[in-house]
């Protein structure tokens, strides 16, 4: 734990105007902390930037422009990034310098400003297909695609990063995050964004494939109640290490499309993707001390209601 009070301690969010990020610094900020934000907004929106936070508009793939950000910084959560398997598949070299670059310039930053400990934001698609379910952090990755590629990179580089500098970092393996502010333009958006837009408009609900792949939905509230355990974990486990961060069920596409409600239509499935996931998280509760609280049916309900 860090001597700091919690009004001085001064902690860092790249993406922090993202859906993910928007949200992680809303509790951070509304914990008393200060909180530094870095964001190119290429993928981010200004109205959902806390404007308790103070902006570096920056990009971290350009390091020359992100060092100044880290002086002073405890924490980094580098959730910034460009998501979407679909995406990586169709700009592999654009994913990778914004995945694999931008989050080797953020742990160089964080090791030559002496940050405390950086919270890594990582992906459940470093599994690929397994033979077994549900998904334990002892599995070997499994890449099926350039996102998953890049995310799995990332997590290697903070586990080195450990290695070679005795920095403090940790990886969290998100799974479906869902919720409030999640992208809904776009061709590369999640199903359940895809299918509130769609519904929205009057449109039959498109499924991809046969719809029964099954995905573990975790709402992001869940999510940023992980990051902030995460940043003062005992020192031990800031190792490097890989932790899921699912909520342990999953559910059908058609189940999601039939809580949404609406026609749907059916389409070719798209190449590069995992059949299922399932979060193993056990891992999660013995290093953090996390449990999911929102189930889909309450997270899919309150979605409905906005």
């Known amino acids: 734990m860090t001597t700091k009070s919690e009004s001085q301690r001064l902690?860092?969010?790249t993406g922090?105007?993202?859906?993910i990020g928007s949200h992680l610094v809303d509790a951070l900020v509304g914990a008393g902390l200060r909180v530094r934000v870095i964001d190119n907004f290429e993928t981010s929106t200004r109205q959902y930037l806390n404007r308790a936070a103070e902006l570096v508009e920056a990009d971290i793939r350009d390091a020359s422009s992100i060092g100044d950000a880290f002086d002073g910084v405890d924490t980094v959560f580098h959730v910034a990034a460009l998501p979407r398997i679909p995406l990586s598949i169709a700009k592999p070299v654009e994913t990778h310098m914004t995945n694999v670059v931008g989050t080797l310039n953020v742990l160089i930053a964080a090791r030559d400003r002496k940050v405390r400990r950086v919270v890594f934001s990582g992906s459940s698609s470093v599994y690929g297909e397994q033979a077994k379910m549900p998904l334990v952090e002892t599995m070997t990755p499994n890449p099926l695609n350039p996102y998953a590629l890049q995310k799995y990179v990332g997590e290697q580089y903070a586990r080195m990063?450990?290695?070679l500098f005795a920095m403090q970092t940790i990886t969290l393996?998100?799974?479906g995050v869902y919720g409030p502010?999640?992208?809904s333009e776009g061709s590369y958006v999640l199903a359940v964004a895809a299918f509130l837009k769609a519904r929205r408009e009057g449109r039959p609900l498109e499924i991809f494939g046969d719809g029964e792949q099954t995905r573990d939905f975790t709402n992001v509230s869940d999510v940023v109640s992980a990051n902030m355990?995460?940043?003062?974990?005992?020192i031990a486990f800031a190792d490097g290490r890989a932790v899921n961060i699912g909520r342990g069920e999953n559910v059908s596409?058609?189940?999601i499309a039939a809580m949404i409600g609406g026609p749907t239509i059916h389409r070719e499935g798209r190449a590069g993707d995992m059949r299922d996931t399932l979060a193993d998280r056990m891992e999660a509760e013995?290093?953090?001390?996390?449990r999911p609280k929102v189930s889909i049916e309450e997270g899919i309900a309150e979605l409905l209601k906005g």
Do not use: I, K, S, T
């Open 11 to 13: 902690v860092l969010v």
């Open 16 to 19: 922090g105007a993202g859906f």
């Open 161 to 163: 990063f450990h290695r």
């Open 173 to 175: 393996r998100y799974f």
């Open 181 to 183: 502010r999640m992208p």
């Open 229 to 234: 355990l995460a940043m003062d974990c005992e």
């Open 253 to 255: 596409v058609n189940r």
């Open 286 to 290: 013995r290093v953090l001390g996390w």
